[in-house]
């Protein structure tokens, strides 16, 4: 499963930057929700994550 560790590896991304966030898990998907006030800075933080 090439997946395992991926909620690890955003959650720590996303906490290092003081960010919290809520994982919803789905079966073919998942859901991260974190404070509006966060959107912007969650998301350049994620994109660096996928870089």
Do not use: P, W
Not at 6 to 31: K, P, Q, W
Not at 34 to 39: C, I, K, L, Q, T
């Amino acid at each position: 499963m090439q997946a395992v560790g991926l909620t690890a590896a955003f959650s720590r991304a996303l906490a290092d930057e003081n960010i919290s966030c809520n994982v919803m898990a789905g079966y073919f998907h998942d859901h991260i929700f974190v404070d509006e006030r966060d959107a912007d800075k969650a998301l350049t933080v994620l994109k660096k994550l996928s870089a």
